[in-house]
Structures are given as C-alpha cells and as structure tokens.
C-alpha cells in the first residue's frame, strides 16, 4: 500500500534565517501582550468574587480564572516557538557557514570570520564554543544526510541467515552484511571526493567515447510515459536493448526527451558487453565508463541537441551512468528517476531528483545515507519501503533489487497522495501532451579494451 511508503524532502532549499529570527521576535511579543490580558483576567476575577451576594459569582470567577490559565497557556508556547525558530535560525546558518567554510581558503580573513561565527552559534546550539566542535555536532545532527539504509538489510540478512543455517550462522549474515557496507565506505568517501572536484563536471573522456557503439534495434511510436510504474516498465525492452530515448513533439513545435537507462547485464570484468562490473566500478568511483558513454551515444544517434530538456530514467548500473550526464552538463537534464541505485552523489540545483530505493536492497544500501541537501533541486524526494520483508533462501537473488520490485513501488508512489509525489504530475501531464513519441532503443558494444580512464578503480 501506498502508507508503505517513506518519503522524504530533498534538494536545495533557500532558508531565509532572517526571517526564522523575525518570526521568533513576532512570537516572543505575542506571548507579552498575551500576559498584558492576563494579569486584567485576574483582576476581574478577584473582583467580582469580591462582591457580596453576588449569586453567579464563584462560577465566574472560576471562568476568569481558567481564561487567565490559558492565556499564559499560549503565551508559554508562544515563547518555546519562538526559541525552537532561533535554534532553526542558527542551525540553517551554521550549514551555509560550514558550506561557506569547506570552500574558503586555508588562513584567509574569510576563514577565520567563519571560524568564529562558527563558534557563537555552537555556542548557542549546544554550549561548544570552537568552530571543530560545532561543525561535528552538526555532523551529529543528521543535517547532511538521514537514515541508516543498511539497518533493515543487515536486519533481513541476520533473520535470513538464522532460518537457514541454524543459530550459528546469523552472525555470519549479519557480518557478511555488515562488511559488504564496510567494505563501500572507502569507496564511498573516495567517490564523494572525485564528484566533488572540478573535474567531475569536465567533458568526457575521448577514450571513453571511442570505446562504445550503439546500434538501433527498432524505432516504433509509443504513448507518453505515465507515471513511475510506467516508466520502470520502459526500462524493460526487447533483448539485448541497454538504452531507450524517446523524443517527445511538443504542440509548441519544441522537443523534450526521455531516456532509459538499463543496470548491469554482466559481472564480467572485461568483453563486448559495456553495462558489467567494470563499468560498474568506474562509475562507482566517480570516474567515467563504457556504460555512460553507450548513453552518451544513444542521444547523439537519437539527435538530442544540447539545448532540450532530457528527463532520465534508470535502474541500478543505469542510474550511476544517468547521475553522470547530469553532473557533466553536456545535455540538459532536467529530471532524474533512479530506481536501486548504488549511489546519490550531489546533483546540479537545477535537476529534479526522484530517488527510489528499498531498505532491504543491497545495491542501493552501497549509496549510504542520502544527502539531501545536495541531491538536486528543491522539488526532489527520497521513496523508500521495504520490499520483502520475509527472509529466506531466495533473498541470495536479491529480490528487493529486481526491477520488478521497483516497478511495484512506482505503482504505490503513483497512487500516493503525498504533494511531493503528485509534484511530479507536471511533468507526466505536460509529456502527455506530446503530439507524438518516438521512440528508438538502442543496443551497445564495447569495440576495444580503451585505457585507464575507461577501465574501473580497484
């Protein structure tokens, strides 16, 4: 069902603190003109239960009385609102100080400013008066990134491992887990590294694109795509297909693409096929592949031309290879749908991430927790759900990452009502009015061994 669900916010969002810290000052001067009636309501009260015979006195004074306690009932939560908006205030600060920070350089006047900004707000956050400590706490905060994907992975793997082999062999699943986590952290924070440098959003590498051709296997005319379920089944074409581009005719005479990117077809090292492990872990570390470089080709052959809008689609392998012709530039991207991915690197501010993961799949638990503040425009949104809750032998398929299963999680996300999901409607609504979808799906092919800059890191 749908309340399966969990769906969070992502990508940049601009808070104004200013405005926080003036809504704060606005309730903390609520909350003293709602004691200015107070301390009148009191007064009544002590009057009329001065009068003498007065029949109905003690039940108003009763009344004023309880008026008076609710009165300062709200100005005490006027009060704890007002202190919650200035800790809001500081914390979005000490983010853009932190950013600002990371950025600045190393003994110049704008570091050590930031530095002691640092320090007063984490000394009003939680009493840490150096910028070290208050940028660790803010680590701690959860701010950069939510969630432990890996908690209902290693949960099933540990219950799985315990009904297959007895007792003894649950810690073997929960550390078989556990490792294959530890195992991605120096990977992760490597990649992290390379996505992060300048040279992430560099052109392609030539020998890269050497190394791939693409060929069309059939051209027909579809319906507009429909929805996420709609589009995970897109993602399943006719055998041997690796890329999909569809080019939508708008009624204003423009064009908009949608291209669909497959995951890995091979866990060969080396060969013909470009969507294998060797793509798999070039992409992974934050370089370029075989893989990314068929998608570069599908579009060029399919006749994109870099000013269209280009909304990608992907799963797995696909979704590392799509994140990377967002991050490049060479196409504008618009919006990204990625099912499984084994990573959620930052996004350009200007594309629209939806990312879908299962907590129980282990592909996707290699991303880590996502961080959402880099994880494109503000428009985008993390779904995750639990796919298959029962352990069991069958989990050694890792069923929770089949695109089946994610297809099934679209469908749920389709029939959500939550306002983030039906965002999305604006694009499904405005493709719908295409005056005709063609669409092309092409096959790929590793045509020579390439170089270092083809092949995957260790």
């Known amino acids: 069902m749908a309340d399966d669900l969990d769906i969070r916010s992502s990508g940049a969002a601009a808070i104004d603190t200013s405005s926080l810290r003036s809504a704060a000052n606005a309730g903390r001067a609520l909350a003293n003109r709602l004691r200015c009636m107070d301390a009148p309501l009191d007064l009544a009260a002590g009057f009329i239960a001065s009068v003498p015979g007065l029949r109905a006195a003690r039940d108003v004074q009763h009344e004023l009385a309880r008026e008076a306690r609710r009165v300062e009932g709200l100005a005490e939560d006027c009060e704890r609102l007002s202190v919650a908006l200035d800790q809001s205030a500081d914390l979005y600060e000490l983010i853009e100080v932190h950013a600002a920070w990371y950025l600045s350089q190393h003994g110049d006047a704008e570091r050590t400013a930031l530095e002691a900004r640092a320090g007063v707000l984490g000394t009003r956050l939680w009493g840490v008066s150096g910028s070290d400590a208050a940028f660790e706490m803010l680590l701690r905060t959860g701010a950069f990134g939510d969630g432990d994907s890996g908690g209902a992975l290693r949960m099933q793997a540990a219950l799985g491992a315990g009904l297959v082999g007895g007792a003894w062999a649950a810690p073997l699943g929960f550390a078989l887990v556990a490792g294959l986590q530890l195992a991605a952290a120096g990977a992760r924070s490597t990649r992290v590294n ?175 927790s996502v961080r959402t503040a880099e994880r494109g425009a503000q428009g985008g949104f993390i779904v995750e759900r639990m796919a298959d809750p029962l352990p069991g032998l069958h989990d050694i398929t890792m069923p929770a990452h089949a695109l089946t299963a994610y297809v099934e999680t679209g469908a749920l996300l389709d029939a959500s009502a939550d306002p983030r999901a039906r965002g999305i409607d604006t694009l499904w609504n405005r493709l719908g009015t295409a005056e005709s979808v063609q669409v092309t799906e092409y096959s790929a092919r590793r045509v020579s061994r390439g170089d270092a800059g083809a092949g995957g890191a260790g």
């Open 194 to 368: 390379a996505v992060r440098a300048p040279t992430a959003s560099a052109s392609p590498s030539p020998a890269v694109r050497r190394e791939v051709t693409v060929t069309p296997l059939r051209r027909m005319v579809a319906a507009p795509v429909a929805g996420f379920a709609d589009a995970g089944k897109r993602l399943s074409g006719p055998e041997g297909a690796r890329v999909r581009v569809e080019r939508y005719t708008m009624p204003s005479g423009g064009r908009e693409w949608v291209v669909y990117v497959t995951g890995t077809q091979s866990v060969a090292l080396d060969g013909p096929e470009p969507f294998d492990m060797r793509s798999n872990l070039a992409l992974y570390s934050g370089q370029d592949a075989a893989a990314s470089a068929a998608v570069r080709a599908a579009l060029a052959d399919a006749g994109v031309s870099p000013r269209e809008p280009v909304h990608a689609v992907a799963h797995s392998q696909g979704a590392m290879a799509a994140e990377l012709l967002a991050r490049e530039g060479e196409y504008d991207v618009r919006t990204l749908v990625t099912f499984g991915a084994p990573t959620t690197d930052p996004l350009p501010a200007d594309v629209t991430a939806v990312t879908i993961r299962h907590t129980d799949d282990p592909v996707a638990a290699l991303a880590g």
